[in-house]
């Protein structure tokens, strides 16, 4: 009990639980939809591309920073989807070049400008220094306009991840819902960046997703079940990074590893069955047959 | 110009990039179709239904549809992720695509699906993940959520692969009491007897309509040598034709 509320006797680290344990639950929630379109990928690639974004505003217009690096953001993630959604040979590798493009655009400014050393590993792996309200509160928002997105449009997001092109012929429109998901993601991204880091985002979009998906075959219930891991993987990896002194996004992302071997142990041959090929038609999905 | 269908192509070309797998097509269906495209792999006739869904733009001719034109679409079996996780119920009720607040389903909304479900003899796997559906099972699945749209227009791409010969009567005579309905109904198929001949209306495609018309008219060693390139003969028995491959006899083992 003591190892549990010591900690929370600093302020820096009740607001470090308050935004790992969110972001966990956000990126868990918004996970599901990126793991089972096969967006892993480009989760992986619009973190690193949406640093550029985060270093340029950390560095030069700090206060500016969410509207500016949230805009870059969107940008990179609707220049993502709309090549990927071109199905042209050299996608992937366009995707590619623009986000480790904005990556190295990142490090470039943070290694000039930057405060040498900490800031920038803070950045990569995680940090709860320095958490400021606002931030929390920027949490707070993207996680209510998620939560509207899923709920005002869960049958759109549903149809559109499982089948698009039936659901564009049942009258949906695909590219827009697309687009509205890319917004979230990049938003989700943007706002968890900080604890996270930028290098592990993309492990705590995957990890509670395909966790929750060997545990069930509903998907109403992987969406419930996947916010509640990443919300623990948070919360646990959070006192964990205290007490071990390393960044807070590589113990969140080490709980969820953990929580996904036992996971992986319990459920068996069922839950492997179940998890095989989930994130599989990664890149374009250009659906071609004469 | 006769009357105008539900859905017409005008001199439409379309394809993929820029490679053109369709040229010059023209084409009219309405409520009463029940019309099967016929072709070889790759002569397009996939390509011709997503142009008629209007999932491929022409990118020469027109494509008309009639004001609030409701249509469905049933996919072939083999590109379905199986893999994802829905039940039987929820991928059933994705059909249901009218604004609505809250994500679960009204009770209104219940009794569609169980009744659609009931309707194809699948109602006990209602909550039953799709992957443990057999391949006839799933193939009703699919039909049960386009009925639940209750479509003016109906469209298959190659309903019959991959299922036995009982589901293959099952849904030929499904989409029979469902044009008598009303329902106009297109599919594909390359399935010459089992499919094709059973349909009173065919059209022949290789890149563009070879020809079009009842089977007795189409079906004839002509249009289907120029359709699927190779010499084809037809028969007769009980007055349906039957499509024999003599360019490739059979071979006694060896």
Redesign the interface.
């Known amino acids: 009990m003591e190892t549990l509320i010591e900690p929370l006797g600093f302020a820096f680290f009740q607001k470090g639980l308050i935004v790992a344990t969110l972001s966990g639950a956000l990126l868990g929630f918004v996970g599901v939809y990126i793991v089972l379109r096969g967006m892993s990928y480009i989760g992986h690639g619009l973190s690193h591309a949406i640093f550029g974004g985060y270093a340029a505003m950390q560095l030069f217009a700090a206060q500016l920073y969410v509207l500016g690096a949230g805009l870059w953001g969107i940008a990179s993630a609707i220049a993502i989807t709309t090549v990927a959604r071109r199905g042209r040979v050299g996608a992937d590798a366009a995707i590619g070049v623009i986000t480790t493009a904005s990556f190295a655009l990142g490090v470039a400014l943070f290694s000039k400008f930057g405060t040498s050393g900490p800031a920038f590993d803070n950045a990569l792996f995680g940090s709860i220094l320095g958490i400021t309200n606002s931030q929390i509160i920027w949490l707070v928002v993207v996680m209510a306009f998620a939560g509207l997105v899923v709920l005002l449009r869960y049958r759109e997001l549903l149809f559109t991840t499982f089948d698009p092109d039936v659901a564009q012929a049942s009258g949906i429109k695909v590219a827009r819902v697309e687009a509205l998901l890319m917004i979230v993601l990049a938003l989700s991204i943007l706002v968890t960046l900080n604890v996270i880091g930028v290098t592990l985002v993309a492990a705590m979009l995957v990890i509670p997703a395909v966790i929750a998906r060997m545990l069930t075959d509903s998907f109403g219930r992987m969406l419930a079940i996947s916010t509640i891991v990443g919300l623990v993987c948070g919360l646990v990896g959070m006192y964990l990074s205290y007490y071990a002194g390393v960044p807070s996004g590589t113990m969140i992302v080490l709980v969820g590893a953990v929580a996904f071997l036992v996971v992986f142990g319990i459920t068996g041959i069922r839950g492997r069955e179940r998890a095989a090929g989930v994130d599989e038609h990664s890149g374009p999905r250009a659906t071609i047959s004469a | 110009m006769s009357q105008p269908g539900l859905i017409d192509l005008a001199s439409v070309s379309a394809g ?2 820029r490679t053109t ?1 369709l040229h010059d097509v023209t084409l009219s269906i309405d409520a009463s179709a029940f019309t099967g495209i016929v072709g070889p ?7 011709l239904l ?1 142009v008629l ?3 491929i733009k022409p990118s020469s001719g027109t494509r008309t549809t009639a004001s609030g034109l409701r ?3 049933v ?1 072939q079996l083999e ?3 199986w ?5 039987v119920f ?2 059933v ?5 009218e604004h ?5 389903p009204s009770a209104q909304e219940r009794t569609a699906v169980a009744a659609v479900l009931e309707r194809l003899g699948i109602a006990d796997l209602a909550d039953r ?1 799709i992957r443990e559906l057999s391949g006839g099972q799933q193939q009703r699945m699919f039909l049960a959520r386009a009925l639940l ?1 209750e479509p003016q227009v109906l ?1 298959l791409d190659e309903p019959t692969s991959g299922v036995d010969i009982n589901t293959r009567h099952d849904v030929l005579h499904l989409l029979g009491d469902l044009h008598a309905d009303g329902m106009g109904i297109v599919l594909t198929t390359h399935d010459l007897n089992g499919m094709a001949t059973h349909l009173p209306h065919l059209v022949c495609v290789n890149g563009h309509i070879i020809a079009e018309g009842s089977p007795r008219d189409v079906i004839v060693p002509r249009v289907l040598e120029e359709t699927f390139g190779a010499r084809l003969e037809v028969l007769e028995h009980l007055g349906m034709p039957i499509v024999v491959d003599t360019s490739h006899p059979m071979r006694e083992p060896i």
Do not use: I, N, Q
């Open positions: 993929y990039g797998v792999s790759g002569a397009g006739k996939t390509t997503r869904l209007g999932l249509v469905a679409y996919p590109t379905v992720d893999k994802f996780p829905v039940t929820e991928c009720l994705m059909a249901r695509t609505r607040f809250w994500p679960w993940h749209r469209l």
